[in-house]
């Protein structure tokens, strides 16, 4: 390999062919220079300037100088570039908004207060709209999912009525609102064509059994003498069993509840609901409930959790058949108002029957 390759300086007397310096003599010969020294200074064939080396005029035009070469001098090897850090672990996140969820959560306590303490009927009338509004969220998402249209307008108007005759009449007048309901969900179907109407009607029929009826034990419940306390025992331990639910599940969670159901859930929380559930459920029972005892609240914390998580689940799989991470958006960090029924729901029939077994009605 010749020393033009490495960018060696060539002589200023070198033009043309090679010879001399003036100021030198003729070339030493003999022992000392051997074959390779005459190899080495045997002259460089002219090479016209149009076929000299671009790279050499780039390298020599970039530099202004030549690369010294030899044996003390190596080519400069590209370095391989450091590897950056593995990034940290991600902390863990909860997966909805926690401050606007626990404002809206602030916001709803507070309305619920305000009407159950000061004037029952205002209550009955929130039972009304959380239940208006979960059908029409309900039967929306039938529709644009499924292509199922459940008639919103007898259910919200059965709806409403099977609350109010829960409230006013017990569960005899509950029970009547349902019957006349389901039927006003099959007439009012019969003024569009038939196809469909099967599919149509029966989940009009699940819609009322599932959100105005299962609302309406809460109804009874406020009917009671001691009633506000009773709802808010209801409201205390479902609301509980979901925390106990989230918090222990977040930070402990690792074997799932029902995986193919809702992923979120595991054992652990479902130990920490019931956990936080029998503790909330003796202490309401022994300071919130006339003649209520400590042990009965264990046991009503225990069903309230088991009913809670069913209710959920039972959400989720509705959710997952339909494709949907949530109900609605009208709750900012909730979804809506569906998702947040969806434990009440099905635990309010479980903490009226156990007070009435427990402290009568």
């Known amino acids: 390999m010749n020393d033009s390759s490495w960018g060696a300086p060539q002589s200023a007397d070198y033009v043309g062919e090679w010879r001399p310096a003036p100021d030198q003599g003729p070339v030493p010969a003999g022992p000392a220079y051997g074959e390779r020294e005459a190899e080495q200074t045997r002259p460089m064939p002219i090479v016209p300037d149009a076929g000299r080396d671009d790279a050499e005029d780039r390298d020599r035009d970039d530099r202004g100088a030549a690369r010294p070469s030899g044996p003390l001098f190596r080519p400069e090897m590209p370095q391989e570039p450091m590897s950056a850090p593995p990034p940290p672990p991600e902390k863990k996140k909860a997966g909805r908004d926690l401050r606007a969820a626990i404002g809206v959560g602030v916001g709803l306590g507070a309305v619920v207060a305000a009407s159950l303490f000061f004037w029952k009927p205002a209550f009955v009338g929130v039972v009304v709209v959380a239940v208006v509004v979960g059908l029409w969220e309900l039967t929306s998402r039938l529709e644009e999912r499924k292509g199922i249209k459940a008639p919103l307008v007898p259910l919200a108007v059965g709806g409403a009525a099977m609350v109010v005759a829960g409230y006013s009449r017990g569960a005899e007048g509950a029970w009547i609102a349902m019957a006349l309901t389901a039927l006003a969900v099959l007439v009012w179907r019969m003024t569009e064509p038939p196809e469909g109407y099967l ?163």
Do not use: N
């Open 199 to 361: 599919k149509d009607v029966t989940a009009g029929v699940f819609a009322a059994f599932y959100v105005p009826f299962l609302a309406t034990f809460v109804a009874l419940l406020l009917a009671a003498d001691d009633g506000p306390w009773r709802v808010l025992t209801f409201l205390l331990l479902t609301v509980v069993s979901d925390t106990g639910a989230y918090a222990v599940g977040w930070r402990f969670g690792k074997h799932k509840l029902a995986p193919r159901i809702s992923p979120g859930k595991t054992r652990e929380g479902l130990f920490g609901a019931v956990s936080f559930a029998m503790v909330a459920g003796a202490l309401c029972m022994q300071f919130l409930i006339d003649d209520g005892q400590w042990w009965q609240g264990l046991l009503l914390g225990f069903a309230v959790a088991a009913s809670a998580t069913l209710g959920d689940l039972g959400e989720s799989m509705i959710k997952r058949d339909l494709g949907i991470k949530d109900m609605g958006t009208l709750l900012p960090g909730h979804g809506g108002i569906m998702d947040r029924l969806d434990s009440l729901l099905p635990t309010a029939p479980v903490v009226w029957l156990l007070l009435v077994l427990f402290v009568g009605s």
